[in-house]
């Protein structure tokens, strides 16, 4: 034993004594967090109103891995593309963290040969972002999609997909939104007869993407200094993209002497009326704008496109409603399962994304601003005693409860003083008590008490169950 005590001592001195002890960085990574039982309580209360609306709409709901082959990934996404999370090589295959839940909705599509599908897919996504976090923006965050696979009659299912945000965003209650709505096609044939050169669109087009945040002098720059247009062109641009309105837009477009020379510009405008004549039929229209400068940065739409955006009144002087954000954006993507597809079959799809980051963070903010208590728990009732050695009966009690689908707690000690566990109640909003007393046995009967009112009834023991799903249904 003396042997091996010295050898293992020898071996500890080599390591280094205690003083090179590394002292733990307590934080979450970059553009990550935590998120505490308050705000999972908020969190699960937004859940629940997205996923009631999809299936509302007769959804189905798929999950896909959170790392796919980094092939898969490559070139869908245009620029953004640099911000994909490559892993380090495990085993031979080269792998990244999902950037969106669309291109792996789209490989699922083409692995399994599925031509016609509706579905939804809440999950976590990774991007390698420099994050402003106070803007509500991570690199891992979830994202909540609803999308519609499958050759259908025109514009019908993008209306739903609107629809379907309308529906969302006026439950959800955050105050005033507009869903901005365009078509790639729209803006390809603009470009074309502005004299944009066919390379250059794609480039273009994330530059117009940016007139929501940065005025046009700063877009115009950078198309002509950074990405060489010719001034004409951006100017012309410019009379196009600030343009924004509704069906007499859309009217007033399909007269244009050059749009509607343009065989591209021409068939989204006339699909962007078809689109305004279903979203009337949905009473919806008030909150929506044909925007021309709408662009969103994704490279694989492929007609309609839209955004909404949250407003709000800065103050009481202001006409104008500042945006706070994008609180969900989608569009069609006609040719992304085809990407995939060995024989290059294509899989219409138009779809949605709902951007519950910045939903959290805006309801987060007004809980914190109404000093509204929020419930971390659904316990329904408390079981109690009133006296001491009565650990046993709260313990037989609070089981018959449990086996009952009743939600249930009792203080995790001995003989618990009553004023403890009515404090108990109060500090975690439990809206009952049943007490148990040595009284209450004998006659067979529980002590029911109202935490709020304090009013007290004693119920059989055998109608316990019913009387406390009757007062908590309420």
Known sequence: IAKEVAKLLEMK????????????????????????????????RVFNVIITCFKRHGAEVIDTPVFELKETLTGKYGEDSKLIYDLKDQG????????????????????????????????????????????????EFYQCDFDIAGQFDPMIPDAECLKIVHEILSDLQLGDFLIKVNDRRILDGMFAVCGVPDSKF???????????????????????????????????IGEYVQLHGGLDLIEGLLQDPKLSQN?????????????FEYLTLFGITGKISFDLSLARGLDYYTGVIFEAVLLQQENDHVEEPVSVGSGAGGGRYDGLVGMFDPKGRKVPCV????????????????VEASEEKIRTTETQVLVASAQKKLLEERLK???ELWDAGIKAEVLY??????????????DTGIPLVAIVGEQELKDGVVKLRVVATREEVNVRRESLVEEIRMRTSQ
């Open 92 to 139: 031979g295959e080269l792998l990244s963290l999902r950037y969106d839940l669309t291109v792996p909705f789209a490989r699922y599509l083409a692995m399994n040969k599925i031509t016609n599908i509706k579905r939804y897919h809440i999950a976590k996504v990774y991007r390698r972002d420099n994050p402003a976090m106070t803007r509500g923006r991570y690199r």
């Open 413 to 426: 000690k001995k003989n618990p003083k009553l004023l403890n566990q009515l404090q108990y109640c109060e």
């Open 351 to 366: 779809g949605v994304s709902i951007g519950i980051e910045r939903i959290f963070s805006i309801l987060e903010q007004r």
């Open 202 to 236: 794609r480039t273009i087009c994330s530059s117009v993407d940016k007139l929501d945040k940065t005025p046009w002098e700063e877009v115009r720059s950078e198309m002509v200094g950074e990405k060489g247009l010719s001034p004409e062109a951006a100017d012309h």
């Open 263 to 275: 065989k591209l510009a021409k068939e989204g405008l006339g699909d962007m009326k078809l689109l």
């Open 13 to 44: 001195a080599q390591l280094g004594g205690d003083e090179g002890k590394h002292k733990f960085v307590l934080k979450t990574p970059k553009g990550t967090r935590d998120y505490s039982p308050k705000q999972m309580a908020i969190r699960e």
């Open 397 to 399: 009690l609070i089981s």
